[in-house]
């Protein structure tokens, strides 16, 4: 009998061991904000930031009505290769036009995407694309765009992983806003694409609501001759968010400085100059993109093949390592890439 009991008593503890052990794991897994980053010095600087710009007694304290953190979207927050999405939505929407305007079959830049040249298209100018913009993202009030883009964005499938680009979101990233936003910071999305593009899924994909969404834009004029008021997209540019742009566009459409911004290339740079002007703790980070197997891998920064779609160039290495930004290793920093990923 006092055997019997002795086991009985052992096996209790085991049980108990096990059950703390399991526990504690669980536990720390559910305390970890950032569950899809590998440790080290990047998730470290974030886990930091958020601790000394949000508890009282840090000298570095934000007040919750200042908390603000911009990220750019391509390359940021998605996947931008091989084409940005709304370029790839802007092509679609050429071949779908086509047929009533048999004169693109011989006019530039038309021609050549009617032709699927895709050497051609890779050497389209800033110019080439602002003709195909204002073919097909205008002459449409808001609403019959922003439909256009949701009705796309349900058919359409990224490239390499056959998937919808909405699927192509980046978890650890999605993470970071999710967990800034849980310490009283206003995420917002400051890209140098489509603002309307954009806010069609922002707040779907992201978590942002529209309203937080700074872009480029083309004019919009106010029409009431119907006797029901629209605002129609004209062909012309009112504002490029992009470069220099973005921060003009956080001082017009927020308002105030960001304590953190996230970007991934040379057109992000002056948003994080411009955060890292401010007082108190700043956070600003970069995305490199240098995991080709789970992701894509370019730019001259690490010997990696240049592009014209999102290059991390070498200046801005250098001037990542002089201001001391933050460099995130899509390889080395990130357990997984997508929700999706094993």
Known sequence: M???????????????????VLFGATNARAQDPLPSWNDGPAKQAILAFVKDTTEKSSPKYVEPADRIATFDQDGTLWTEHPLYAQGMFALTRVAEMAPKHPEWKQKEPFKSVLAGDH????????????????????GMSTEVFQGLVSDWLAKAKAP?????????????????????RANGFRTYIVTGGGQEFVRTYSEK??????????????????????????????????????????????????????????????????MLEWTQAGDGARLEMLVLHDDAKREYAYGPAVNLPDTHVGTFSE??????TKNAWVVISMKNDWKRIFKFDQ
């Open 2 to 20: 006092k055997s019997s009991r002795n086991c009985l008593l052992w096996n209790l503890r085991v049980s108990l061991v096990l059950l703390v």
């Open 205 to 270: 994909v992201y978590g942002v609501p529209p309203e937080q969404v700074v872009g480029s834009s083309i004019v919009t004029t106010y029409d009431n001759k119907s006797g029901k008021p629209v605002l129609m997209r004209e062909p012309k540019v009112f504002f490029i968010d992009d470069g220099p742009g973005k921060a003009i566009g956080i001082n017009l459409f927020i308002g105030k400085r960001p304590y953190a911004a996230f970007g991934n290339t040379a057109g992000d740079a002056q």
């Open 160 to 180: 390499r992983f056959d998937r919808p680009f909405t699927d192509l979101i980046f978890q650890p990233m999605l993470e970071v806003m999710q967990y800034l």
């Open 119 to 138: 050497a051609a298209m890779g050497k389209f100018t800033e110019g080439d694309w602002m003709q195909i913009v204002a073919a097909t993202h205008a």
């Open 315 to 320: 200046a801005l290495l250098t001037e990542a």
